[in-house]
């Protein structure tokens, strides 16, 4: 069929409208699906808080409650925030929060400088890598009794990685869904290294500060992830407990923008996006 010029232009009019039409219906379905990235909210922020220390009981955990969010602990067995407040524990575990594996006894890597306060028994070098996974498996028993679950994340004592000379990550690949490190970075869904998740290191910040960070996951639509020790005090690394409830209060305004939960339900989250199996299929493939 052959077609007259005035044809041929009525046709491209058309295509041209239904393309008008279409388009930026394209573009908003592209924008929506990139701001619903994470539980349809633009960004991810997972509150972890290590150490077990007794500011995350007395003050911490409190505040989190008050506003409905559930934070990622990483207790180590020894420490006596967590040794003599077990009851403590059970009850924030009752209460939706995650207690993450941080080893029994926090070994970490002796011999940098700063690092003079590691003591040689638990000094990662002399460590086998047997005792470390024996180290770990009976952290999770521990916490198991605590809390009843099997699945939790661990978060690597200073960031280490090595016991003696050999990476433990295969060996906690084996063991859980996902680990956090201490790299200040922020990842995208696809992007996000489940073994070497990205942390920002709180210690002295402004509340307006740790609020910039969580503007610039929501713009870029990734996972931030707060990594602090002491609230108020009680740790050398450490925010006022004012500049945290600045942050908590940030957090609960935008909350149908920010996706706040334990680490341990983010990874389960970046799992089923990207194969379907969430944590159906235990780590390890075990
Ligand atoms: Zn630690």
């Known amino acids: ?78 420490f006596p925030g967590f040794s003599r407040r077990v009851k403590d524990w059970i009850s924030v575990a009752k209460e939706g929060h995650e207690l993450g594996n941080h080893t029994l006894f926090h070994p970490c890597e002796g011999r940098s400088p700063g690092r003079e306060w590691v003591k040689p028994d638990y000094d990662l070098n002399v460590y086998t890598m047997r005792r470390m996974v024996d180290e770990i498996q009976m952290a ?76 610039e996951a929501m713009a870029k639509n990734v996972l931030l992830v707060f990594l602090f020790h002491g609230v108020g005090g009680e740790h050398s690394l450490n925010v006022s407990s004012c500049d945290h409830r600045k942050l908590l209060g940030f957090l609960k305004a935008n909350e149908e923008e920010i996706w706040v939960a334990p680490l341990v339900d983010i990874v389960r989250f970046v799992r089923e996006e990207r194969n379907g199996h969430g944590l159906q299929e235990p780590p390890g493939g075990k």
């Open 1 to 78: 069929m052959k077609l007259s010029f005035r044809d041929r232009s009525f046709r491209a009019a058309t295509w041209c409208r239904a393309l008008l039409v279409v388009l930026p219906a394209v573009f908003v379905r592209a924008e929506g699906q990139e701001k619903a990235a994470w539980h349809g909210r633009k960004c991810a922020v997972a509150l972890t808080y290590d150490d077990g220390l007794n500011v995350h009981l007395d003050s911490v955990i409190p505040a989190l409650d008050s506003l409905g969010f559930k934070g990622t602990f990483y207790l180590s067995g020894f």
């Open 140 to 215: 999770n028993t521990l916490l198991e009794a605590v809390d009843g679950k099997t699945v939790r994340t661990f978060a690597y004592p200073c960031g280490d990685r090595l016991a003696g000379d050999s990476s433990y990550v295969d060996r906690v690949r084996e063991l859980f869904p996902g680990a956090r490190g201490v790299e200040g970075k922020m990842e995208g869904l696809k992007e996000v290294d489940l073994y070497n998740v990205g942390a920002y290191m709180v210690s002295g910040q402004s509340g307006e500060r740790l609020i910039g960070l969580v503007k």
